[in-house]
């Protein structure tokens, strides 16, 4: 079985989901499989309606104009389309936290790249078998 | 032995000490030992005199309200009541970092839910030996 | 070979950035290596014109100046020292990461204390083999 990276994002702000979208695509490259548990903010985060308005940034919001405007220099894409190209490979699996879900009274199909909903301790036993576990 | 979940709580804002209590509390329901080391501003929000009075928010302030009236909607507990029901399976122990403490002047009387003051090197002692390895 | 701590350092905020520190020193004094790799503010905050100036908090930036004055009353080192007396040990390799390294236009000797810059897939694999893996 491939060696396994397990993600809890309770992140929804744009500077923490790029760091997490390009380390989830360095792990596909290394032929990793990923998996990604959205908490609070990280479901906020991708709701149809919600994924490619929203701009906040965790820290720094003073210097986003310039971090935004660098990275189009740069053709850098933005996290979703780095998440989305991952998932490509079909090594990215994504659950969202039920209680997160019922809070922003979602289902799985208002939710962008998400594989399922799924509660805490299902997560839990599923990090505990990754080689990496991060917090976003 | 239990396998076991190490968390670094340096967060002292009630949207990521929500998730952390949801998966201490998904951990002991899957019979997981939970270690929990409380940082500057976790340890400032586990202070008697000031754990139900915190309201801040890491993200997105301005949704603050509409979380919070949807968790009662919901009959959701606040964070430190998920952990207190998670600490009566007597399978988590949580700890305040020394320096933290200094800053603060607090000792552990002072503090809810708090076994012990260690030093960093400690805990990265415990740490190692855990099965999910999480910075909050 | 020493067992290993992997910190992944998204954040450029002095609050966070001193639990690190505090835990880099701790795993070094129980003779682990410690790796590191700076993400986005990570990279930021390390700048030679950056890193003595930046007096960011990612919370409760009304708190600051107590906190600040508390740890001065206590002699407690900046952030960048512990993690330079840490780094004096041998036993600590910072990174960073390449797409944030273009962000930003720097080079390796713009940087304090960093030893390289590398690409997220790079520090996946250095990840893996870590006892303990962080994001902060």
Redesign the interface.
């Known amino acids: 079985m491939a060696?396994k990276?397990c993600?809890?994002v309770?992140?929804?702000?744009i500077?923490?989901l790029?760091?997490m979208a390009?380390?989830a695509?360095?792990?596909v490259?290394?032929d990793?499989e990923v998996e990604i548990f959205l908490?609070?903010?990280g479901v906020?985060a991708f709701k149809k309606d919600v994924i490619k308005q929203n701009m906040?940034l965790?820290?720094?919001q003073e210097?986003g104009g310039e971090?935004i405007k660098?990275?189009q220099e740069?053709n850098?894409p933005m996290w979703y389309d780095i998440l989305k190209e991952a998932k490509e490979s079909g090594k990215v699996k994504i659950y969202a936290?039920s209680?997160a879900a019922?809070?922003?009274?979602v289902k799985t199909e208002d939710l962008e790249m998400v594989d399922d909903i799924i509660?805490?301790?299902?997560?839990?036993?599923k990090?505990?078998d990754?080689?990496?576990?991060?917090?976003?």
Do not use: H, P
Request: with cysteine.
């Open positions: 060696e990276l993600m809890t309770m992140t929804g702000s500077d923490r790029t760091g390009i380390l695509g360095g792990a490259g290394m990793m908490q609070l903010w906020y906040n965790n820290e720094f210097k971090v660098r990275m740069l850098l936290c209680t019922s809070i922003w009274d509660g805490a301790g299902e997560w839990v036993e990090s505990k990754a080689a990496i576990t991060w917090f976003i």
